[in-house]
């Protein structure tokens, strides 16, 4: 097996293990973004007179049927192979030819793999945030089944002030749609075309267009200097992970509370059975698992961003080797938010709040009577809520001498 870096000395298997690490099975799922910027790549080469028309059309026909058989499941990146990129052109080589080796002209692989994750990465920030507003709708959707419903409001773990579940659920929905907005954000950083950079450095001496490969690509800029891209690694990345893992501890909140809600001491919720699975030793339980492990998902995506943002952290400019670890945490944590995203809606449809059990503190109030003394009477707030606590403290005592 040859690599694109071969120069005809033999690698020790172990050392290609090693550097190669997790990137064959991860860049399986970037393959097909790859396809897309090597056509775009290969596209500008051809206005630049650098490949003939028959190559073009050779290489884009080629590819096109390599990213066939990749999604069919026919091929996958081979550890022989060390990463997706050598993996597409090896093939394209392979069937068609010497056209197959002249698309990495002006191009190197930091580039190439950048341009497909960026690609990669604006799918997947959309689907995650589109994931996040299916999210909000579901609370949406209890709070119009049982807006109505009155709960408590907790400070400190105590009942505070009255709520409802139309203010509950709906705190939680605005601050998920605001998760899915901080997801959009990050494309002001996915967003910038790399192609063109190469190694880091420019193609000195080659009349390519970065502008080209932008408009196909449908990236919003060139990432300018070219100096600037591979100082930029890492940062999107951790940028995506951040928000992902704001909106699962928003999720891990709301799973909280749920669970709370759950126990036989509240009773102020009800789970459906196809939500909830049993105990192999106790007949009667039925367990909110899927809510335990909704909350504890915010953990593994805050682990995936610390992880990122240490990789990256002492770097000096240019290419390191060191960025290819950002993959793993980055995918693991993309796939932990859609599965999140994934179910939670059915659990959220099953939720079913039982008023009867809900039993507001009767002090619960104080606040309210305060304001109602301001209002009414025109006494200061601080005097006001004196007035109510010295009230609610004589009807203590008077309690206790019973």
Not at 23 to 47: F, I, Q
Not at 82 to 98: K, S
Not at 326 to 332: I, T, Y
Request: with cysteine; net charge negative.
């Amino acid at each position: 097996m040859t690599r694109l870096w071969d120069k005809g000395a033999p690698l020790d298997a172990r050392i290609l293990e090693f550097t190669a690490g997790e990137d064959h099975p991860l860049d399986d799922r970037l393959v097909a973004y790859d396809v897309l910027a090597s056509m775009a790549h290969a596209a500008m080469l051809a206005e630049a007179r650098l490949l003939t028309g028959k190559e073009f059309d050779a290489i884009r026909k080629g590819l096109s049927e390599i990213a066939a058989a990749h999604a069919c499941g026919e091929w996958k990146v081979r550890l022989e192979e060390e990463d997706g990129q050598t993996a597409l052109e090896t093939r394209l080589t392979a069937l068609i030819g010497p056209a197959g080796a002249r698309i990495h002209l002006g191009r190197s692989r930091n580039d190439q793999v950048l341009a497909a994750l960026r690609l990669y990465l604006r799918d997947a920030v959309a689907t995650l945030a589109a994931g996040a507003e299916i999210v909000a709708a579901a609370l949406d959707a209890l709070a119009a089944r049982q807006g109505t419903v009155t709960l408590p409001g907790y400070t400190h773990m105590q009942q505070a002030m009255p709520s409802s579940v139309s203010q509950w659920a709906g705190g939680y929905a605005a601050e998920v749609r605001d998760d899915a907005t901080g997801l959009q954000s990050t494309l002001r950083r996915i967003n910038l075309n790399p192609l063109g950079s190469a190694a880091g450095f420019g193609t000195p001496g080659l009349p390519i267009s970065r502008e080209a490969t932008r408009t196909r690509l449908n990236f919003a800029a060139n990432q300018e200097p070219v100096t600037a891209v591979q100082l930029s690694r890492g940062k999107a990345e951790a940028q995506v992970l951040f928000e992902i893992t704001l909106l699962l501890q928003d999720l891990g909140r709301l799973a909280t509370d749920l669970l709370l809600f759950y126990t036989t001491e509240f009773a102020y919720v009800e789970l459906p059975e196809s939500v909830t699975t049993g105990s192999s030793i106790m007949p009667q339980k039925r367990n909110p698992d899927v809510l335990e492990l909704i909350r504890g998902r915010s953990a593994t995506t805050l682990a995936c961003l610390v992880e990122a943002l240490g990789v990256c952290s002492r770097l000096p400019s240019g290419y390191n080797r060191d960025v290819q670890l950002v993959k793993a945490p980055l995918f693991r944590a993309i796939d932990t938010c859609g599965q999140v995203l994934g179910v939670l809606p059915s659990v959220l449809e099953g939720v079913r709040f039982h008023p009867e059990n809900i039993r507001l503190d009767p002090k619960i109030h104080a606040t309210a009577q305060a304001n109602e003394l301001v209002v009414r009477e025109g006494v200061p707030f601080r005097e006001a809520y004196r007035q109510v606590a010295d009230t609610l403290s004589a009807r203590e005592e008077v309690k206790d001498r019973k």
